[in-house]
C-alpha cells in the first residue's frame, strides 16, 4: 500500500514540475516577446520621428553626402561609426539591387579581428525590410562560428553618443534587441549553408562571388 502511495505521489510531483516548467517556459517566452515588441516600438518612433523632420534614417547616415551606388563609398564617413569602448561598429552603403542600400554590423574580439554580424536593408524611405549574412568575400573579416557570433549579437551596443543624430545609433542598437532571436537562426542558418556547400564541392565557400547572401529575413514592422 505505501509502495502505490509513494508512485501515486511521485507521479503527481512530476506532473506538477512539469506544469510548472511549461508555465515558466511560457512566461519566458512571453517576456521576451514583450521585450521585443517594445524596442520595435522605438525603432517605429524613430522612424516617425525623423519623418515629422521630413528627413529619413538613410539620410541622416548619409551626413549630408550625394547618394553613390557603390559598394566603396561608406556612410557618413569612411570606417563608419566606431565604439572604441565596446569594439562594435557600422556603416552604412549602396550595391544591391531590390534595396536602396544597407548598413553592416561588426564587432571585434580581444585580437582586434573585425567580425561581420548582419546586414540591414533599407528602402529609399529610411525603413528597415530585411536581415542577412553574407560571405565571407563581401566584408573581407575572419570567419567564426555561429555560436561565437551569437555572443557578440547578445551584446551589441554602439554609443549613440558618436554621431551627431543619435537616432541612427539608437535604431541600430535597437535592431539587435527586437531581432535577436532572428539574428540567431540567421546565423545558423549561415553555418549550416556553408557546411552544406563543402560536403558537395569539398571546399570553402567564402571566396565564392557567385554566393553574397547566406542567409536572410523579411523586416515588416507596422507604422500605423
Known amino acids: 500500500m505505501k509502495r ?74 569612411d570606417g563608419g561609426i566606431k565604439d572604441k569602448t565596446t569594439g562594435y561598429q557600422l556603416f552604412f552603403h549602396a550595391h544591391r539591387k531590390n534595396e536602396y542600400g544597407h548598413f553592416h554590423t561588426f564587432a571585434t574580439n580581444d585580437k ?30 575572419k570567419y567564426f562560428k555561429a555560436d561565437i557570433l551569437k555572443s557578440f549579437a547578445d551584446n551589441w551596443f554602439v554609443d549613440p553618443s558618436l554621431f551627431k543624430d543619435k537616432r541612427v545609433v539608437e535604431f541600430i542598437n535597437n535592431i539587435f534587441k527586437s531581432y535577436l532571436s532572428e539574428i540567431k537562426s540567421l546565423l545558423d542558418e549561415r553555418d549550416k549553408w556553408i557546411k552544406e556547400y563543402a560536403n558537395k564541392y569539398y571546399r570553402e565557400p567564402f571566396e565564392d562571388r557567385d554566393y553574397e547572401v547566406l542567409s536572410y529575413t523579411e523586416i515588416n514592422l507596422k507604422y500605423s
Open 112 to 141: 582586434g579581428e573585425l567580425i561581420h554580424l548582419v546586414l540591414i536593408s533599407m528602402s529609399k524611405e529610411g525603413k528597415p525590410i530585411g536581415l542577412a549574412t553574407v560571405n565571407r568575400w563581401v566584408t573581407g573579416d
Open 4 to 77: 502505490r502511495y509513494f508512485i501515486k505521489t511521485s507521479g503527481l510531483l512530476f506532473l506538477s514540475l512539469l506544469a510548472n516548467s511549461k508555465n515558466s517556459t511560457q512566461s519566458f517566452i512571453k517576456n521576451v516577446s514583450e521585450q521585443s515588441n517594445k524596442f520595435k516600438g522605438q525603432i517605429v518612433s524613430i522612424i516617425k520621428d525623423l519623418k515629422k523632420d521630413g528627413s529619413n534614417l538613410v539620410k541622416k547616415v548619409m551626413n549630408g553626402k550625394k547618394y553613390i551606388f557603390d559598394p566603396f563609398t561608406h556612410y557618413p564617413y
